[in-house]
């Protein structure tokens, strides 16, 4: 399997074929569908041989919607597929050689069940040539929408809200212009929080009725709506709108209870996430006489944690609706110990000298200034927690070439079971002289 839904083939002159509806194993017919010159894609067209690895999807949507593109694979092919994947990752982007990397890579680490786990869902939002509105998950093919009653990905007790959702809007796309771009879905089977956010551009919008007919079709604890506007590639929130309950959604993460506005990043898998903060806090074990650092630290997952334990936090967030929640957590909390700054973490880096650190940045990994800037540190250890291979291994590799911290253990954690997506723990430690 690739760092992607494909399968990899080879052609009878060694050439890669990434092929689309197979897994590792598979004997397929199959049809090119582009030809790079040192590599190709193919769409399989008929089984000709299963595969020992491949299951029946609990999913009947599954070979249609891009949520789980390795529903077909057994799970445990999967979490050996996603081992190795990082374990590649390491070795060649990273440069650390198979040998090293096979050691410095436990196990995968799977924290509950491979279905039912997401806290979140979005809708799509399709128009056909009359203006209708269909509202679904996302297809595998750029656009498409795919209906569906339920989501097997979504925690048990809330599947249904998928389909009361899409009935909903529907209905009133059909008499009111919603400008609706995706819909978010947040539900926790903790706090009993089950969340709308309407994706729109601003203008006129039927509040009212939007609550209300939300509302009686699943009794949401909040419903908001996120106003955008720019190109495409480049939305900027525009400004958020209580349409009502809440105003936002409650989660609880191991012993800290947070809330996240529509707009924050937060975790979709919360035994996850609780996986993760567990994994950091033991690699680092922070001290009450100690300085911890926190970049890219979100509404506060491991802040909150951090700032219970270590002396004092410096928490550091670009995104400007996530520093709002990540004081509001802080101030709920109780806790005072923590310089919460907004700001991108190279140009805010913290004026201090941390002892342990904890980096989670976006998939794009560390830039190369706060790889050097993280070096200076007199910091014992680093957690990096990462959802690229890709750019973990590339970052790794500049830490190594500045030669201050090496990497002594790599945890994968499966946070998206039935995708090929894989969570990382990293902990980096001061190389010895």
Same mark, same amino acid.
């Given at each position: 399997?690739?760092?992607?839904?494909? #399968?990899l083939a080879h052609d009878t002159d060694g050439r890669a074929v990434f092929v689309s509806g197979a897994v590792v194993g598979d004997r397929v017919r199959a049809v090119i569908d582009r030809d790079e010159g040192r590599w190709a894609h193919a769409a399989a067209l008929e089984l000709t041989e299963a595969s020992p690895e491949r299951v029946v999807p609990r999913c009947p949507h599954a070979g249609a919607c891009g949520g789980c593109p390795w529903a077909a694979l057994s799970y445990e092919a999967q979490a050996r597929a996603k081992r190795d994947g990082v374990v590649d990752a390491l070795a060649?982007? %990273?440069?650390? %050689?198979? =040998?090293?990397?096979?050691?410095?890579?436990?196990?995968?680490v799977s924290p509950g069940d491979p279905w039912g786990y997401r806290n979140k869902v979005e809708l799509a939002v399709a128009r056909d040539a009359? %203006?209708?509105?269909?509202? %679904?998950?996302?297809?595998?093919? =750029?656009?498409?929408?795919? +209906? !569906?009653?339920?989501?097997?990905?979504?925690?048990?007790a809330h599947s249904g809200a998928v389909k009361s959702v899409s009935g909903a809007l529907g209905y009133l796309a059909g008499s009111h212009d919603l400008q609706l771009e995706r819909v978010g879905i947040r539900a926790s089977r903790?706090?009993?929080?089950?969340?709308?956010?309407?994706?729109?551009?601003?203008?006129?919008?039927?509040?009212?009725?939007?609550? &209300?007919?939300?509302?009686?079709?699943?009794?949401?604890?909040?419903?908001?709506?996120?106003? +955008? &506007?720019?190109?495409a590639k480049a939305r900027r929130i525009a400004g958020v709108e209580c349409l009502s309950g809440a105003g936002s959604w409650g989660e609880v993460v191991g012993a800290e209870s947070m809330r996240v506005s529509a707009p924050s990043f937060f975790q979709v898998n919360t035994r996850g996430a609780e996986k993760l903060v567990e994994l950091v806090m033991e690699a680092?074990?922070? +001290? #009450?006489?100690?300085?911890a650092m926190d970049l890219y630290c979100g509404a506060g997952t491991f802040t909150l944690p951090l700032a219970r334990r270590a002396g004092f936090v410096?928490?550091?967030?670009?995104?400007?609706?996530?520093?709002r929640d990540l004081r509001r957590n802080l101030e709920r909390a109780g806790?005072?110990?923590?310089?919460?700054?907004?700001?991108?973490?190279?140009? =805010?880096?913290?004026?201090?000298?941390?002892?342990?650190?904890v980096v989670d940045p976006p998939r794009a990994g560390l830039a190369a200034d706060v790889v050097s800037r993280l070096s200076e540190q007199p910091a014992r250890a680093i957690?990096? !927690?990462?959802?690229?291979?890709?750019?973990?291994?590339?970052d790794l590799a500049r830490f190594e070439e500045i030669g201050a911290f090496r990497p002594t253990r790599v945890t994968p954690v499966d946070l998206f079971p039935q995708t090929y997506h894989v969570e990382t723990v990293t902990l980096l430690e001061r190389a010895r002289a």
């Open positions: 399997m690739t760092y992607g839904p494909d #399968a060649r982007i %990273g440069r650390l %050689g198979t =040998e090293r990397a096979e050691a410095l890579v436990s196990p995968l009359r %203006g209708r509105v269909t509202l %679904g998950m996302h297809g595998r093919g =750029e656009g498409d929408v795919v +209906q !569906v009653k339920s989501c097997a990905l979504l925690d048990k903790r706090t009993r929080d089950l969340e709308v956010a309407l994706w729109t551009r601003p203008g006129a919008f039927p509040r009212a009725q939007v609550a &209300k007919v939300l509302g009686d079709a699943l009794r949401p604890t909040s419903v908001v709506r996120v106003m +955008q &506007k720019g190109p680092l074990d922070p +001290q #009450a006489d100690e300085e410096s928490a550091v967030e670009s995104y400007g609706p996530a520093v806790l005072g110990n923590v310089d919460a700054v907004g700001g991108d973490a190279g140009r =805010e880096f913290p004026d201090t000298d941390a002892d342990v650190i957690a990096y !927690v990462s959802c690229d291979p890709a750019t973990l291994a590339r």
